[in-house]
Nanobody, 123 residues
């Protein structure tokens, strides 16, 4: 099993940046593929970005368009989501997702979730 704790959310102005963190704990935490999903009010939870356990492979949703970057620090068992050029449409609760066997992506959800962190972008 793995436990996930997100942090780094907050209120920012349009055009600004935020970096989200997801700290994973558990004996085998470093072997999990990790992803970020988000859910805006009244909408379904959707895929944002993901990274393989080794960090060698990354996936992004089309709407990211080069604005977001996912990375991981294996020594700290932490995955980051650097979000630049934020706009009001990025307002959502961002969730960390993990899976041992498959990299989370659209339609492929991992087994473990964090509690979420709120990102609010004012225009």
């Amino acid at each position: 099993q793995v436990q996930l704790v997100e942090s780094g959310g907050g209120l920012v102005q349009a055009g600004e940046s935020l970096r989200l963190s997801c700290a994973a704990s558990g004996r085998t935490a470093s072997t999990y593929h990790m992803g970020w999903f988000r859910q805006a009010p009244g909408k379904e939870r959707g895929f944002v970005a993901a990274i393989s356990w080794s960090g060698s492979t990354t996936y992004y949703a089309d709407f990211v368009k080069g604005r977001f970057t996912i990375s991981r620090d294996k020594a700290k068992n932490t995955v980051y989501l650097q979000m630049n050029s934020l706009n009001a449409e990025d307002t959502a609760v961002y969730y960390c997702n993990a899976d041992r066997g498959t990299v989370p992506r659209a339609g492929i959800l991992g087994d473990y979730w964090g509690q979420g962190t709120q990102v609010t972008v004012s225009s």
